[in-house]
């Protein structure tokens, strides 16, 4: 079955360095990943997807087949990315029906 | 993308009554999908819900606690019935973000603004 695993639920730093949110992945075929953002009392929203190689806001993703990954990164943070990030898959096993997995969320924090 | 409309935002409710919530969306949508989520945690599935066939409930979930309908390809709604204190949570509603494609998923999802439920 497939999976995300998000291992840090927490992520804090101070403004101006770089982030990292981890993401690892567990899926038999070609993956497709994105990652959601919900800032605070808003809904929760697309922020980038793996297909398009594309950077919102400073942030960049890479798949990493390799090592099964798809780490959210930013050079520099801002006090306004502090969010819940999710990574997600955006459908079911191979074959099967078309059921979004998300992982379980990293908090962002950061510090003035 | 799309645009999904949910109501209520919020609601306090007492045990035992049930609460019906409603997403609408802006375009057709081939499937919609409702989650629940504790605050600042993570997604959990509820059921995949399907015009013109029974909802698909995930594991844990039941129809007769959560029954949902699916009139048509921009409607949707989630009862939560019998209703408890454990029921007190965020509920959203969730829609692929309709696109000229038969890979709409790979454009992502919408999401609906969620409903903050209480129960007393």
């Known amino acids: 079955a497939q999976r995300v695993t998000q291992p840090e639920k927490l992520l804090s730093v101070f403004k101006g360095a770089p982030v990292e949110l981890k993401c690892n992945y567990s899926y038999s075929g070609s993956p497709e990943l994105f990652w959601y953002v919900q800032y605070s009392r808003q809904r929760l929203q697309l922020l980038l997807r793996h297909i398009s190689r594309e950077s919102i806001k400073g942030f960049t993703a890479d798949l990493n087949k390799g090592e099964t990954s798809f780490h959210l990164k930013k050079p520099f943070a801002q006090e306004e990315d502090s969010a819940m990030y999710y990574c997600a898959l955006p459908w079911g096993p191979s074959g099967g029906s078309y059921i979004p997995t998300f992982g379980r969320g990293t908090s962002l924090i950061v510090h003035p | 993308s799309a645009v999904i409309s949910q109501k209520p935002s919020r609601d306090i409710c007492q045990r035992g009554t049930s609460l019906t919530i409603q997403c609408q969306v802006d375009s057709q949508v081939t499937m919609m999908f409702w989650y629940r989520q504790q605050p600042g945690q993570s997604l959990t599935l509820i059921a995949t819900a399907n015009q013109g066939s029974e909802a698909t409930y995930e594991s844990g979930f039941v129809i007769d606690k959560f029954p949902i309908s699916r009139p048509n390809l921009t409607f949707s709604t989630l009862t939560v019935s019998n209703m408890s204190p454990e029921d007190s949570s965020i509920y959203l509603c969730?829609?692929?973000?309709?696109?000229?494609?038969?890979?709409?998923?790979?454009?992502?999802?919408?999401f609906g603004s969620g409903t903050r439920l209480t129960v007393v």
């Open positions: 969730s829609a692929p973000n309709p696109q000229d494609s038969i890979l709409d998923l790979l454009y992502g999802y919408t």
